[in-house]
């Protein structure tokens, strides 16, 4: 593909089509003015994540985050360079977030699992009680 604005509009469509796959973010999708205007990410997204997507040969990753980080402080939004080199296959993407990013995500994952039985749990504990009643039930 000869055209770099098309490229990076095929990257863009590709990214927000990923992520929305991914169950990520269902209401991701491209943004037709990418950069012009208030909302400066590529991709429109509901989790106040500036996405800088990048579909390159090459890449000057320090412009590419000073772009990204320069965007999202003007939205308040965490910065994001979302890369998609030559010869990637189409679903593979690598993405460069700062160090806080990374350790605010890593602490959340490390974080005890909350006491409440999840909905599946819920849902064969009262099916368990049901049948312990029909049994009690019938033993009577």
Do not use: C
């Not at 991914?22 to 491209?30: Q, S, V």
């Not at 993407?93 to 999840?118: C, H, R, Y």
């Amino acid at each position: 593909m000869k055209n770099p604005k098309k490229k990076g509009n095929l990257g863009e469509n590709k990214f927000f089509k990923w992520l929305r796959k991914e169950n990520i973010d269902k209401t991701a999708m491209r943004n037709p003015s990418s950069g012009a205007g208030t909302y400066k990410s590529d991709v429109i997204n509901s989790l106040d994540i500036n996405f800088e997507v990048k579909t390159v040969k090459r890449l000057n990753l320090q412009e590419a985050w000073k772009q990204s980080s320069r965007d999202a402080d003007m939205s308040q939004a965490t910065p994001y360079v979302v890369i998609h080199f030559d010869g990637m296959p189409d679903d593979m993407w690598l993405i460069v977030i700062d160090n806080w990013t990374w350790a605010d995500m890593f602490k959340k994952g490390q974080e005890p699992k909350s006491k409440e039985p999840d909905r599946q749990m819920r849902y064969d504990l009262q099916n368990l009680k049901n049948a312990i009643t029909r049994v009690n039930k019938y033993l009577k």
